[in-house]
C-alpha cells in the first residue's frame, strides 16, 4: 500500500518486534477459554489496554474466531484525543502493525459515509495518522486469529450520544448486510476505582451488555451505576448486531488492571464478550 498509517503504539502497547508480538498474542490465545460461543458469532467486544493489562481479557474474545474468514471486520472505538467531528475514520489506505499491512475497504467506508450522512446527517471526517490507540490495539489479535486478507472497516466515536450511536449502529448494519463481515467494539471499563468498587460497577455493565440493551449500557454512567470509555462503541455494535439478526451476548471474561499489577488502588477494568446469532437466547 502507498499510503499506510504507522504505528504510534508499536513497541509501547505491545511488542514492536513481529517476532516477539506474534508469540505474545499466541500465548494469550492459547490460555483463553476455547469453548465455543452459543451461535454464530455476529460480534466482539473486547478491552483496549495495552496487551501487557487487558491482552489476556482480549484473548477471551477473540479466541472464538480463530480461523474465521471475513471479507470484512469493521472495528467500533472511541476517540480519546481531540478531533473535530462526531465520528471519524482514516484517510490512509492501509494500518500497520509489526505483522503486516491491513487494508482499508475504502469502498465499504464511502458507502458507510453516505449513509451516516444520509440517515441523521453525520458527516464522516478522516484523520490521517491518528494517535489513536483503542482502534489499533485490536489488530493484533484479528491478524493471529482470522484468516488472512479480511479488510478493515475503522470507526471512530468522538461523540458518545444515543444519537450518534444509535446511527452509526444502523448505518454499519445496512452497509453489512449481506456481507461476510465481523464486528469489534472496543472499550474498557470504570477507570481509576479501588477495585473492589470497579468490580461492582463493572459488573453493572457488563450485565447490561449481556442483557443486549444498548440503551441501557449509555444509561449506566448517567445513573452511576456503571462506566466504559467506549459506551457509545458498545451501543453502536449492539444495535449494529441486533440489525443483522444477533440475538444475545454472551460474557468470556472480566478482570482489572489491579489482577496484573498487585495494586488494587486505582484500577481499569475489561471486559470480553461475543454477540451471536441463534443458539441459546
Known amino acids: 500500500m502507498s499510503d499506510v498509517r504507522p504505528s504510534p ?28 460461543p452459543p451461535g454464530a458469532v455476529v460480534g466482539l467486544i473486547a478491552p483496549h489496554a495495552g496487551h501487557r493489562y487487558s491482552g489476556a481479557v ?7 474466531v480463530s480461523q474465521l474468514a471475513p471479507d470484512c471486520v469493521a472495528v467500533i472505538s472511541p476517540m480519546h484525543h481531540l478531533s473535530a467531528g462526531e465520528v471519524l475514520s482514516t484517510t490512509h489506505d492501509a494500518y500497520w502493525t509489526p505483522l503486516g499491512e491491513i487494508a482499508v475497504d475504502k469502498p465499504l467506508l464511502a458507502e458507510f459515509a453516505a449513509d451516516l450522512e444520509a440517515r ?10 491518528d494517535e489513536e490507540h483503542s482502534l489499533e490495539i485490536e489488530l493484533p489479535f484479528l491478524q493471529r486469529t482470522l484468516a488472512a ?49 470497579a468490580r461492582r460497577l463493572d459488573e453493572e455493565m457488563l450485565a447490561r451488555l449481556e442483557a443486549f440493551d444498548p440503551q441501557a449500557v449509555l444509561q449506566a454512567e448517567d445513573e452511576g451505576l456503571g462506566f466504559a470509555c467506549g459506551k457509545a462503541a458498545l451501543a453502536a455494535a449492539l444495535w449494529a448486531a441486533r440489525d443483522l439478526g444477533a440475538t444475545g451476548v454472551q460474557l468470556r471474561g472480566y478482570a482489572h488492571s489491579g489482577d496484573v499489577t498487585g495494586d488494587n488502588e486505582s484500577v481499569v477494568g475489561y471486559g470480553a464478550a461475543v454477540v451471536y446469532r441463534g443458539g441459546e437466547s
Do not use: N
Open 58 to 64: 482480549a484473548a477471551r474474545a477473540f479466541r472464538l
Open 120 to 129: 441523521c446527517g453525520i458527516r464522516l471526517v478522516r484523520v490521517s495518522r
Open 9 to 36: 503504539i508499536a513497541g509501547t502497547w505491545y511488542p514492536g518486534d513481529a517476532e516477539a508480538l506474534a508469540r505474545s498474542v499466541d500465548k494469550q490465545l492459547a490460555e483463553a477459554d476455547p469453548q465455543p
Open 149 to 197: 486478507g479480511f479488510r478493515l472497516l475503522p470507526v471512530m466515536l468522538r461523540d458518545q450520544s444515543r444519537r450518534v450511536a444509535e446511527a452509526v449502529g444502523h448505518s454499519l448494519a445496512a452497509v453489512l448486510r449481506g456481507r461476510s463481515a465481523l464486528i469489534v467494539a472496543s472499550s474498557d471499563l470504570s477507570h481509576f476505582y479501588p477495585g473492589p468498587i
